[in-house]
């Protein structure tokens, strides 16, 4: 079993709709986790850390399941501009971050 | 946030040669930085983890005499990709770390790899 596993998609949603993105996890140790965006060509860019409690950034909400090991973002509104690959990143204590492949996500006009 | 710069950005270079990457921090001391490759439609993959002052550590499957790690300062990071083939063109990005593993990584823009 991959440590983080994500549908790689795509997703194509039209402007304005909401969609999710699950990730599970297999290591029921790990401490930290995060969501990063990354464009083509280019590099992940931090979009928003998950915790516990669930938390939410503007049209972005992150939930954390631990007992299942699962992983959420949802995306409310969408626009044209979401349009990126959306990694699921994984960090257990004194080792690297373990990303997932990422799912696609294309936003239409 | 904190920068880091990658150099070059796109390389293209005959099979056999050597190629060297360069990854700065610019604003902030790197204690620590990581060297990862990600091939089309894949995730990043960890090559190697490099401290300032001591030997990278590499992940399993990655040939340390092939892809030489240098962290000779700690804004400074090179990674040497020896005589390059066709399947070592990739996209390579560094990210460095401030402190213990619970710092953030900032990520640099990354280096497209092409061999021909």
């Known amino acids: 079993r991959k440590e983080v596993e994500q549908d790689p998609g795509p997703f194509n949603v039209p402007e304005g709709a909401t969609v999710a993105f699950n990730c599970t996890y297999s290591?029921?140790?790990?401490?930290?986790f995060f969501w990063y965006r990354q464009d083509c060509r280019k590099e992940p860019k931090l979009l928003m850390s998950v915790y516990s409690s669930g938390n939410e950034d503007g049209r972005f909400t992150a939930q954390l399941n631990r007992a299942s090991q699962y992983i959420s973002l949802l995306i409310r509104d969408s626009k044209l501009s979401d349009s990126a690959t959306y990694l699921c990143v994984v960090h257990s204590g004194n080792t690297p971050l373990v990303f997932g492949k990422g799912t696609r996500l294309s936003v239409i006009a | 946030g904190a920068v880091v710069s990658q150099h070059p950005s796109r390389v293209i270079c005959k099979s056999g040669t050597s190629v060297k990457i360069e990854c700065r921090s610019l604003?902030?001391?790197?204690?620590?930085m990581f060297w990862y490759r990600q091939f089309p439609k894949q995730s990043l993959m960890l090559m190697a983890t490099?401290?300032?002052?001591?030997?990278?550590?590499?992940e399993q499957g990655v040939e340390k005499d092939k892809f030489l790690i240098n962290h000779a300062s700690l804004t400074l990071s090179t990674l040497t990709v020896t005589s390059a083939h066709p399947e070592d063109s990739s996209f390579y990005i560094c990210?460095?770390?401030?402190?213990?593993?619970?710092?953030?990584?900032?990520f640099g823009p990354g280096t497209r790899l092409l061999v021909l």
């Open positions: 490099s401290n300032e002052g001591s030997k990278a550590t590499y």
């Open positions: 290591n029921s140790a790990s401490q930290s």
């Open positions: 990210s460095a770390q401030s402190g213990g593993w619970e710092e953030t990584q900032y």
């Open positions: 604003d902030f001391q790197a204690t620590t």
